[in-house]
């Protein structure tokens, strides 16, 4: 948390004239500036700057406020991300200061082992004696020195156990470093050994921007037998399928740009930014799952797929863009030249060869029909046949109703099926879904079904609204991770960002934003606030332990006998947050505040 008195000499020595100036092109007007609004369309400048005041203000569209709300509303950064980026401009070295008691957080020595693991890391990259291959690699893939510690890259020394015996002076448990996959038992041998060896060492951050695993990249060609990539195992902070790597870096870039670029791999994002292309996020070698896509949804409504273009990446790449439909997200395929990836693109053409095979990006369901024309797929009545069966998924899932419709009408042209009958395939796909034959049709983003007038969550928002004063103590007991409604999270995540708010913000998504309207003008009586926010906190967080606990359930029945051992352990403190949530839930609620840690799929 930034001190107030750190938030006030940043907004006095802040020049707000120097900042705005620097993302809108201003012109002086007397004592004061003004400049076209960068919030709304206009052909005669109605955005002012008045310096003497610190405030800026629209008379066309009424957007105005200090230097802090203009950064907050260009750049989409919540309000400590704000006063950290005018504190950078202006000079001004700010001490954070800890909110809350570590000591209450059960996964504090994870996170903390895994940021010692990062440091041991880093040291051998620059200072070790083995480190000296992992550079030149970089400098042979155009990463610098300023790249590499901007992703935290680091190197694992090849001996059994570096980590280990470092770890072991200052301190640290074994058992804690078993746990947190950074060491792994031996079937032979009676001690445990280091599991990342001779590999350069990839921190993986979550949207908090603190490790919760890694990845390790064999350097040079990989011997056979030996993966050329080695994650960490899931763990108490990290489930795969919920992290994205890159995106506590990238997502600022991603509002910015209104898309981000979706790689495969660690080195392809850490090679397009080192080149200045930022709002790039990677799958961490996994596809990309529903959480993913939800993730991509949160910070824009554009991705670019830029995966393998052989027969295994196109397949990822469908899944991908599927996902990414039913988020709400319309995804383009880029499609590189066979045997390339975004690496060695850039490697080997330049920045500018990336960016025209970007600027020829094709609409996910166009490109599967260009495939399905290729091969041929429409010259016989069998080929279209089987070739509706694989187009219709992408129509059924997408959740943009706008978009599925112009999908339905285009491959009724292409097939020469009629819209009626397509129609009438979708909404058997449907009913299918409904009844376990597979994934119903997400609803059309802007059209909802009933609000359930007593959920937890709508509770918690409707009282947030109308009792501003409750969201920073919401702030404390609750991380949006926890909301299970994409919708209702978009709204807490809005009103964390300006607790003030009174419309949708810009961006924010056409069901989220009926939603809040919803929430604004419903005329119903909060009565017994502290009841209905301990209640309202306690049912979501204990809904969000049960999940955890029935996806350790699924892990256990399917886990060898090695990884048997951690999975009780965090199955037991599960076990223990959820007991004390039903004795007391307030302390737990504080420990589980804004751990990062994922929402699970039901």
Same mark, same amino acid.
């Given at each position: 948390?930034?001190?107030?008195?750190?938030?006030?000499?940043?907004?006095?020595?802040?020049?707000?004239?120097?900042?705005?100036?620097?993302?809108?092109?201003?012109?002086?007007?007397?004592?004061?500036?003004?400049?076209?609004?960068?919030?709304?369309?206009?052909?005669?400048?109605?955005?002012?700057?008045?310096?003497?005041?610190?405030?800026?203000?629209?008379?066309?569209?009424?957007?105005?406020?200090?230097?802090?709300?203009?950064?907050?509303?260009?750049?989409?950064?919540?309000?400590?991300?704000?006063?950290?980026?005018?504190?950078?401009?202006?000079?001004?070295?700010?001490?954070?200061?800890?909110?809350?008691?570590?000591?209450?957080?059960?996964?504090?020595?994870?996170?903390?082992?895994?940021?010692?693991?990062?440091?041991?890391?880093?040291?051998?990259?620059?200072?070790?004696?083995?480190?000296?291959?992992?550079?030149?690699?970089?400098?042979?893939?155009?990463?610098?020195?300023?790249?590499?510690?901007?992703?935290?890259?680091?190197?694992?020394?090849?001996?059994?156990?570096?980590?280990?015996?470092?770890?072991?002076?200052?301190?640290?448990?074994?058992?804690?470093?078993?746990?947190?996959?950074?060491?792994?038992?031996?079937?032979?041998?009676?001690?445990?050994?280091?599991?990342?060896?001779?590999?350069?060492?990839?921190?993986?951050?979550?949207?908090?921007?603190?490790?919760?695993?890694?990845?390790?990249?064999?350097?040079?060609?990989?011997?056979?037998?030996?993966?050329?990539?080695?994650?960490?195992?899931?763990?108490?902070?990290?489930?795969?399928?919920?992290?994205?790597?890159?995106?506590?870096?990238?997502?600022?870039?991603?509002?910015?740009?209104?898309?981000?670029?979706?790689?495969?791999?660690?080195?392809?994002?850490?090679?397009?930014?080192?080149?200045?292309?930022?709002?790039?996020?990677?799958?961490?070698?996994?596809?990309?799952?529903?959480?993913?896509?939800?993730?991509?949804?949160?910070?824009?409504?554009?991705?670019?797929?830029?995966?393998?273009?052989?027969?295994?990446?196109?397949?990822?790449?469908?899944?991908?863009?599927?996902?990414?439909?039913?988020?709400?997200?319309?995804?383009?395929?880029?499609?590189?030249?066979?045997?390339?990836?975004?690496?060695?693109?850039?490697?080997?053409?330049?920045?500018?060869?990336?960016?025209?095979?970007?600027?020829?990006?094709?609409?996910?369901?166009?490109?599967?029909?260009?495939?399905?024309?290729?091969?041929?797929?429409? &010259?016989?009545?069998?080929? &279209?046949?089987?070739?509706?069966?694989?187009?219709?998924?992408?129509?059924?899932?997408?959740?943009?109703?706008?978009?599925?419709?112009?999908?339905?009408?285009?491959?009724?042209?292409? &097939?020469?099926?009629?819209?009626?009958?397509?129609?009438?395939?979708?909404?058997?796909?449907?009913?299918?879904?409904?009844?376990?034959?597979?994934?119903?049709?997400?609803?059309?983003?802007?059209?909802?079904?009933?609000?359930?007038?007593?959920?937890?969550?709508?509770?918690?928002?409707?009282?947030?609204?109308?009792?501003?004063?409750?969201?920073?103590?919401?702030?404390?007991?609750?991380?949006?991770?926890?909301?299970?409604?994409?919708?209702?999270?978009?709204?807490?995540?809005?009103?964390?960002?300006?607790?003030?708010?009174?419309?949708?913000?810009?961006?924010?998504?056409?069901?989220?934003?009926?939603?809040?309207?919803?929430?604004?003008?419903?005329?119903?009586?909060?009565?017994?606030?502290?009841?209905?926010?301990?209640?309202?906190?306690?049912?979501?967080?204990?809904?969000?332990?049960?999940?955890?606990?029935?996806?350790?359930?699924?892990?256990?029945?399917?886990?060898?006998?090695?990884?048997?051992?951690?999975?009780?352990?965090?199955?037991?403190?599960?076990?223990?947050?959820?007991?004390?949530?039903?004795?007391?839930?307030?302390?737990?609620?504080?420990?589980?505040?804004?751990?990062?840690?994922?929402?699970?799929?039901?």
């Amino acid at each position: 948390m930034i001190p107030n008195s750190a938030v006030e000499e940043v907004r006095q020595r802040a020049d707000i004239v120097a900042i705005i100036g620097e993302l809108v092109a201003l012109k002086r007007a007397g004592k004061d500036y003004k400049a076209l609004c960068p919030f709304h369309e206009e052909r005669t400048p109605s955005f002012y700057v008045v310096p003497s005041k610190d405030f800026y203000k629209c008379f066309g569209c009424g957007a105005s406020g200090d230097v802090f709300a203009f950064v907050r509303q260009k750049l989409g950064l919540d309000f400590a991300a704000a006063v950290r980026y005018v504190a950078e401009r202006s000079g001004v070295d700010i001490r954070e200061r800890e909110v809350r008691d570590r000591g209450e957080d059960p996964y504090r020595e994870l996170y903390e082992v895994n940021a010692f693991a990062r440091e041991f890391y880093r040291r051998q990259l620059w200072e070790g004696e083995g480190g000296d291959v992992a550079r030149r690699y970089l400098e042979g893939r155009g990463v610098g020195r300023e790249a590499a510690e901007r992703f935290g890259l680091g190197f694992a020394p090849a001996e059994w156990s570096a980590l280990r015996n470092a770890a072991a002076k200052h301190g640290l448990d074994e058992a804690l470093l078993l746990r947190a996959g950074l060491l792994k038992e031996s079937e032979r041998a009676q001690e445990p050994y280091d599991r990342f060896r001779d590999r350069l060492m990839f921190p993986i951050e979550d949207g908090m921007g603190r490790v919760v695993a890694f990845g390790g990249r064999v350097i040079g060609p990989a011997d056979e037998g030996v993966p050329k990539y080695l994650n960490s195992p899931e763990t108490p902070i990290y489930r795969k399928g919920t992290v994205l790597y890159g995106l506590s870096w990238a997502k600022v870039a991603i509002r910015r740009e209104s898309a981000a670029l979706v790689v495969e791999g660690y080195m392809d994002l850490v090679s397009l930014a080192a080149r200045g292309i930022e709002p790039v996020v990677a799958t961490l070698g996994t596809a990309m799952t529903d959480e993913h896509a939800r993730l991509v949804a949160r910070y824009c409504s554009r991705a670019l797929l830029l995966y393998d273009s052989d027969l295994a990446g196109l397949r990822a790449t469908f899944r991908a863009g599927d996902a990414l439909l039913a988020a709400g997200v319309h995804p383009s395929v880029v499609t590189l030249p066979a045997g390339d990836d975004p690496d060695s693109v850039v490697r080997r053409h330049g920045v500018d060869a990336l960016r025209r095979y970007l600027a020829e990006a094709v609409d996910v369901l166009d490109r599967k029909l260009q495939i399905l024309e290729e091969r041929g797929a429409f &010259t016989t009545i069998e080929g &279209t046949r089987d070739a509706l069966d694989r187009l219709l998924p992408t129509i059924r899932c997408t959740k943009d109703a706008a978009l599925r419709d112009i999908y339905a009408a285009r491959v009724a042209e292409r &097939t020469g099926v009629r819209r009626e009958t397509i129609e009438a395939e979708l909404l058997r796909g449907v009913a299918a879904g409904s009844r376990g034959g597979g994934r119903p049709a997400a609803a059309p983003r802007g059209r909802i079904g009933p609000l359930p007038r007593l959920g937890p969550e709508r509770k918690l928002l409707l009282l947030l609204v109308k009792a501003r004063d409750w969201i920073d103590r919401a702030v404390e007991r609750l991380h949006p991770e926890q909301f299970g409604d994409p919708a209702l999270r978009e709204i807490f995540e809005a009103l964390v960002a300006d607790p003030e708010l009174k419309h949708p913000p810009p961006g924010m998504s056409p069901g989220a934003a009926t939603r809040f309207e919803e929430l604004t003008g419903d005329p119903e009586i909060l009565a017994q606030a502290d009841r209905i926010f301990d209640d309202s906190v306690r049912k979501i967080l204990v809904r969000d332990i049960d999940a955890r606990i029935a996806d350790v359930d699924r892990r256990l029945a399917e886990a060898a006998e090695s990884e048997h051992s951690r999975l009780v352990l965090e199955k037991q403190d599960l076990a223990r947050a959820h007991r004390e949530l039903d004795e007391d839930w307030r302390p737990t609620a504080r420990r589980y505040a804004q751990t990062g840690l994922p929402r699970l799929q039901p």
